[in-house]
Structures are given as structure tokens and as C-alpha cells.
């Protein structure tokens, strides 16, 4: 990011011009500012192409905010677009974003002016980057094909169209290379033309390993039809981003976010796709985005968590597996009576009505059945810890290996729920070694106000009733102001703990699971 940014201000009022300037160097931004109030003012100085971002009022006596963002976007000046207000609905405010605004700042909240100013300017620096690096990978197509034509056409310039072709190759794979960005791309039939050293780094493949390979027959590609189908409609003109999981040289899942698009030679011949993306595994982590072929960690006294995240799934079209401890009539009252779960009782006596799996060996059989004939398998196993009554510590740890690997041989999920107060921190960290740790488990040192809490507690319990959440909702629930509801729920969304999702012409919220997991835990503080 440059370290002096030249600001185009479109604002009316001197005294807003000052509070923004002020906000903007309070955080340490170097800034020059160009302020206008005319529709002409900002055609001249678009034109002199030397504005970092343009910030507009939304009321101006001539113009408005949404005029000014047309301008910007008419022009060839591709720079961020920064709504600032004090009066402005939420319907404009979605216009504006439609519109191509990147972001609307309220004017009595211009704290958050600095960080979405710092957040833009970087994006489109990596949109640029991520622009030349296509650039460059076509060029380098190009290239590659003009000498092959070369090579054909001119046999007596051989040695020395070989000699050109190397070296452009290398200068091309040089700069590809020196992105942070993964570029993959595959010619017509498929096969792997580039794979650059970010791909190398997070998969652990070589390129000597998979060039020229078909990408779909690769056993790095975890779901080989949904790669065929994004090629194929990128093929077809479409340009497509999804998320692909990638699994590792060493047997881990990455999810890689992909751009897809259509490389073109000479005489705009497509030649092939290219992908352009980044590994946003601990982002996706974060957010709770569970992974096939992984064993999760419940380190949980109770079972209220894992049992709901069960029951989630299978709502979901997962096909579940409870195995647990619990006596028969506790089963009855916490697991509802679906056909999307299967449940075994761990004891060495026959029980009426239920199952049971007596040792060891019946319960790796046990789940080693049921995930190689169920689709979308996964498997809540619970109270394990009872096992270190017959076995040793490392026994025990020998035990959850053999279940993990069946569980990434089918893809499936697993979840293992321990009683942490029964384990040393040394023997803890141990099994968070061999199994991975919930988003949602992380939640040490999150307190909570009682009122906090309490809206908390009301979006679960609406969620649960199928009840939609608008913001207005909690406002009103709870008789609070506009700006105090807002700073309550941007606290929780900070957390973790609540998530929005536009349902019709409403933002909803919604508990996330690391949000449930913390009713479950009560930690209210005042």
C-alpha cells in the first residue's frame, strides 16, 4: 500500500471534510485531499487520474452520493468507492452496494471510516496483482505457443527457438512464481500447463509430480466430478469461483478459493483455464466450516454441544451414528426419533431395543461398517474416555488413530467427545494432536455481559422456533436504541458467536455454533 494516499472528497460540508481528515491521520494515514461538490469538479479530476479512492457524501445540493459512484464507475479510474452518510436507509445503502460501492460508513460511527479505507485500498492492490499475474500467465501462453509453431515451421532455427522458449519459460514461471496467489492452469484435455510455488508449498506436490497429468486423476483433488464441471462451464464462457478441497501430500485438507477463467492464445483460440485463488482452510475454519475425512475433538463435560451438532447434520442430509455411554432412557429424551440416526449403546450387556458394542474391536468394525455404506456419514462418539478404565493412556490414543484412519479412508466425519477434567494437559494435547479441535471448542476467555448474554440467548431460542431475527427484532425485544443494539451485536459477530444472512429484503441473524457451544458452557460475566 503506498504510503501517501491521495484523497478525492466529494463533500459539501467543510466542518465533515475536517472530522474526516482528522479520523483518517488519527490513525496514521499520510493523506492529501482533493475536496469537490460538482458534478464537473469530479469529471476533471477523475480525468487527472491521480485520486487512491474516492470518499462521497451521500446529500449534496447538486448531486448525490449514488450519482458520484456512476461517475467513478463510468470513468476509467479503478479505484475503491467509500459511501459516507449521516442519513441513509438501508434500501440505498443495498442500491449503493449493488451499484458497485464498496463500502458505507455512517457518519456518527467515523471510527470505522480508517479500517475500511485501510481494507479497500489493499484489495484492489491485490486485484491488480492478481490481474498481472493473468496477464503474465497469458503472455506466457502465448509465448509457449508461438515458439511451438516456430519449431514446427523452422526447423534449422531449432536450437535456437528451444534456447528462447526456455528462457522466456523461466522468466514467466519467475514471475508466477512470486505471487503469494496459487496458479493452476490446464490445457484443453486437462492436463496441468502450470503450477506455481505457493501450489507446491501448501500441497506438497512437486511440479515434476503432476505436470502434464490429468488435474481430475490426481489424488490431491478431493471431489474430481465438481473440478470436471467448473472447468467445463469456465470452457463455456462462464467465469466461475468456488471452493475446492485439496488433500496434501501428507494426508491433510486444504480448501483452496478459486477464480476460474479461460486462457486465450492468438486469434482469442481458447487454450485453456487457468485458476487463481488463495488457501482459506483457517478462515473456513474459523467461520465453522466442517471437512469430510476429518475427526473432530468435543473436549466437553456435557453432551449438549455434540449432540446438536449431530442433529444438525443429519437435519441437513448427513446419515448419523450416536454411540455413547448414556443409559437407554437419557438416549430416548435427547436424540430425536429420525431415521438419519443409528444408535449403539457401548456396554457388554444385551439392552432391550438398542444395540450394543461390547470391546474394542466391535466398535472400529462397528464404524468401519457404517461409513462404507452411508452416504454423507458421520459419527457422534461419545464418553470415549471411559475406555482409560481398561487401557492404558497410550492404548487409548492407538485406539482414536485407528478410528481416524477409517474415518479419512471414507471421507466421512467424526466426532469424539472427551471429559477434559479426566485428562492430564500433557495427555489433552496429545489427543488434539491426532484429532482436530472445533471452532466452536475455542472459546476460552470469551465473557459476556448479562444483556449481551441475554440477546444471545434470544436469537438461539427464536433460531430454534424458525423465527426470523431482523436487527429491529432485538431492538425491540430488549426496548435498547439503534446504537446500542448495534454495538451489542457487532460485539457478538467480532466473537464469532452470531452470524447475518440476507433473507428476502431482511439481514437475519442467525447463533453460530461456537455461539450455542457457549450457551451450552454458560460463561456470563458481569
Do not use: C
Request: hydrophobic share 35%.
Amino acid at each position: 500500500m503506498k504510503k501517501k494516499i491521495n484523497v478525492l472528497l466529494v463533500e459539501d460540508s467543510e466542518d465533515d471534510a475536517v472530522l474526516i481528515e482528522r479520523e483518517l491521520k488519527k490513525e496514521g494515514f499520510k493523506i492529501s485531499i482533493h475536496r469537490l461538490e460538482t458534478v464537473e469538479s469530479m469529471k476533471e479530476e477523475l480525468a487527472k487520474k491521480r485520486s487512491d479512492i474516492v470518499i462521497a457524501d451521500f446529500a449534496l445540493p447538486e448531486f448525490n452520493g449514488l450519482d458520484a459512484l456512476h461517475l467513478l464507475r463510468d470513468s476509467d479510474v479503478d479505484i475503491p468507492f467509500i459511501l459516507v452518510s449521516g442519513k441513509i436507509g438501508e434500501d440505498t445503502a443495498v442500491e449503493a452496494m449493488k451499484s458497485g460501492a464498496d463500502d458505507y460508513i455512517m457518519k456518527d460511527n467515523l471510527k470505522k471510516l480508517s479500517p475500511a479505507v485501510k481494507r479497500e485500498l489493499q484489495d484492489y492492490e491485490n486485484k491488480r496483482k492478481e490481474k498481472k499475474a493473468k496477464e503474465e500467465a497469458k503472455k506466457y501462453h502465448d509465448q509457449l505457443e508461438e515458439t511451438n509453431k516456430k519449431l514446427a515451421k523452422e526447423v534449422s532455427d531449432r536450437k535456437e527457438a528451444e534456447k528462447n522458449a526456455v528462457e522466456s519459460k523461466e522468466y514467466l514461471q519467475n514471475v508466477i512464481d512470486s505471487t503469494s496467489k496459487i496458479i493452476i492452469s490446464v490445457n484443453n484435455n486437462g492436463r496441468i500447463t502450470i503450477w506455481n510455488d505457493t501450489a507446491e508449498h501448501i500441497t506438497g506436490y512437486k511440479q515434476s509430480e503432476v505436470y502434464n497429468r490429468t488435474m481430475s486423476k490426481l489424488p490431491l483433488i478431493s471431489n474430481p466430478q465438481k473440478l470436471k464441471d467448473n472447468i467445463k462451464e469456465i470452457q463455456d464462457g462462464k467465469k466461475t469461483r468456488f471452493d475446492a478441497v485439496i488433500i496434501t501430500k501428507d494426508n491433510a485438507k486444504k480448501i483452496f478459493r478459486l477464480n476460474g477463467s479461460n486462457l486465450e492464445g492468438k486469434g482469442r483460440k481458447k487454450i485453456g483455464v487457468i485458476f487463481i485463488g488463495d488457501d482459506i482452510t483457517k478462515d473456513a475454519e474459523m467461520h465453522g466450516k466442517l471437512l469430510e475425512g476429518n475427526s473432530y475433538l468435543v473436549s466437553d463435560k456435557k453432551i449438549d454441544s455434540a449432540k446438536d451438532m449431530l442433529i444438525d447434520l443429519t437435519g441437513g442430509g448427513h446419515q448419523g451414528l450416536f454411540i455413547s455411554r448414556l443409559n437407554p432412557e437419557t438416549m430416548k429424551s435427547i436424540i430425536p426419533d429420525t431415521t438419519n440416526i443409528s444408535v449403539r449403546l457401548l456396554s457388554e450387556k444385551q439392552i432391550s431395543e438398542y444395540q450394543t458394542i461390547p470391546d474394542v474391536s466391535s466398535l472400529i468394525k462397528e464404524i468401519e461398517s457404517f461409513v462404507s455404506s452411508s452416504d454423507n456419514a458421520v459419527v457422534l462418539l461419545d464418553g470415549i474416555h471411559y475406555l482409560l478404565t481398561k487401557y492404558s493412556f497410550n492404548e487409548f490414543v492407538n485406539i482414536l488413530f485407528q478410528l481416524n484412519e477409517r474415518i479419512i479412508e471414507q471421507r466421512a466425519m467424526m466426532f469424539v467427545r472427551i471429559d477434559p477434567s479426566l485428562f492430564q494437559k500433557n495427555q489433552l494435547a496429545i489427543i488434539e494432536n491426532e484429532l482436530r479441535m472445533l471452532p466452536s471448542q475455542k472459546i476460552q476467555g470469551i465473557t459476556l455481559k448479562d444483556s449481551v448474554y441475554d440477546i444471545l440467548k434470544f436469537i438461539y431460542q427464536q433460531n430454534q422456533n424458525n423465527a426470523l431475527v431482523p436487527f429491529k427484532k432485538v431492538m425491540s425485544k430488549f426496548k435498547i436504541s439503534y446504537s446500542t443494539a448495534a454495538k451489542r451485536l457487532e460485539g457478538l459477530e467480532e466473537k464469532g458467536l452470531i452470524f447475518t444472512r440476507r433473507q428476502g429484503k431482511l439481514r437475519a441473524i442467525y447463533i453460530s455454533e461456537k455461539g450455542k457451544t457457549l450457551l451450552h458452557k454458560r460463561e456470563v460475566a458481569e
